[in-house]
Structures are given as structure tokens and as C-alpha cells.
């Protein structure tokens, strides 16, 4: 888990580059706020520390990275966006006698895509505030020449998520921008290519739809052991 001096510290980092890479208009959201959904869970994740698997060919996340916007106006255009951004320049390994994770040295470069745009964009700020904004087609991948607009990330390297919503403030000209950030200390997590803490492993089984079929055979694994037991 990360203090928040050093997720403050990594922000401010980042915000320093031409995140936009257009001309910045006046400040009009400043009564726009934004929610994450699942907060619970995602809470319950990252107090065990959590992993999400990374994949050459890309794996979703889970939780789901979901938010609810209030405060845009309702007919001007946006468009929302992540932005992948590492807490740390150093390298961990999860020591098991410890059950935590501790650093091993210097992380690799940080090389790849790291900006997600959310497929609807530009839309309304109408429709955006309607309903839940899921980011569930977005998927990490440890593959530094992927061509699929995945999210390129280093494995057992730690990193969070800025959330970015861009006011067009032109219809006819998108260059001209507003942009406002949003972080959460709870969406914090370890690249890793396999799972390392058991309790991230089983939360997993236990609170993901898709992981259904991990269950049954568990489920099945437990009923032959038991009549095993009875021989």
C-alpha cells in the first residue's frame, strides 16, 4: 500500500507532461466530481495488496475500473481517459515468510502505451452522467511491441490509475481542452504474471462472475474429498 505523499508525488509527475496536447480554455469544471463504483471491493483488494495479471496477449482487469461522473454540463462534449502511471522506480518480489511485498531493486523502463481512451469518446456530458462508466474492455499486457492498444505495463512493478475527463470547449475545434484529474489510493496495484498472495487468488474466485468455473471445480474437489474421508 502507498502513503499519500508518494501517490501525490507521482501525480504531480505525471500532470507535469503535455497530457492533453491541446490549447487549454478557461476553468469550468470545478463543481464536477467522480465517484468509484465498487469502492467496497476495491477496498478489500487493496488492503491485501493488489494483483492484476498481465498477459502478451492482454488480460482485462478485475475489479472492473468503473466511476459515476456528477457536475458536466449537459450538452457540452467529453471525453474520458486513464492514465497507467507507476508509484514507484523500483522492482518488488512478494516475500511469502513476510506475506508482503518487498523491493528487489530498479524496475525496468517504463516503455509502452499507458493512455486508455474510453470508447464513447467525445460524448455528452448528458450521457455520461446517465449512467456508469465502465472501463472493462481495457486490457494490461507485458508486451512492449503490442499493437492492440492494450496498456503495456511492467511486470512485479507497482502502479495506479488518473482518471482524466477532456471538456471540449469547440465543437468545431477539439484542440481547444479542459482537463480535470481524478485518483483513487484503493486502485493501486501489482503487475504480476501470476499471482502471488493466496487471498488475492481466492477474493478473486470468490467475488469475480467470471471465475464461475474455479468455483464449481473447487466445489466439486471439496465433495470427492469427502467421501474419500468416509473409506
Excluded at 508518494?6 to 503535455?18: G, Q, V, Y
Excluded at 477496498?43 to 493488489?50: A, H, I, R, S, V
Excluded at 455520461?128 to 465502465?134: A, L, P, Q, V
Aim: proline share 2%; with cysteine; hydrophobic share 35%.
Amino acid at each position: 500500500m502507498t502513503n499519500n505523499k508518494e501517490l501525490k508525488f507521482s501525480i504531480d509527475k505525471i500532470l507535469s507532461d503535455d497530457f492533453g496536447g491541446g490549447k487549454k480554455a478557461k476553468n469550468t469544471m470545478t463543481n464536477v466530481t467522480v465517484e468509484l463504483e465498487n469502492s467496497e471491493l476495491w477496498k478489500k483488494f487493496y488492503e491485501l495488496g493488489t494483483e492484476m495479471i498481465v498477459t502478451k496477449s492482454g488480460r482485462r482487469m478485475f475489479p472492473v475500473l468503473q466511476i459515476k461522473i456528477k457536475g458536466l454540463e449537459i450538452k457540452k462534449k467529453y471525453s474520458l481517459s486513464l492514465k497507467f502511471f507507476l508509484m514507484s522506480t523500483k522492482k518488488y518480489r512478494y516475500s511469502f515468510h513476510q506475506s508482503k511485498w518487498v523491493t528487489c531493486g530498479v524496475g525496468e523502463e517504463n516503455v509502452g502505451s499507458k493512455i486508455f481512451i474510453h470508447p464513447d469518446s467525445p460524448s455528452s456530458g448528458n450521457y455520461w452522467m446517465k449512467h456508469i462508466i465502465s472501463f472493462e474492455k481495457l486490457k494490461l499486457t507485458n508486451n512492449v511491441f503490442d499493437r492492440n492498444g492494450h496498456i503495456v505495463v511492467n511486470s512485479m512493478q507497482k502502479y495506479n490509475v488518473l482518471f482524466t475527463i477532456i471538456a471540449h470547449h469547440d465543437d468545431n475545434n477539439f484542440h481547444e481542452i479542459e482537463e480535470k484529474h481524478f485518483s483513487f489510493k484503493e486502485t493501486e496495484f501489482m503487475a504480476v504474471t501470476a499471482y502471488q498472495n493466496h487471498q488475492i487468488t481466492q477474493l478473486k474466485i470468490e467475488r469475480n462472475p467470471f471465475a464461475k468455473g474455479f468455483r464449481e471445480i473447487e466445489s466439486e474437489l471439496f465433495i470427492k474429498k469427502d467421501i474419500l474421508d468416509l473409506f
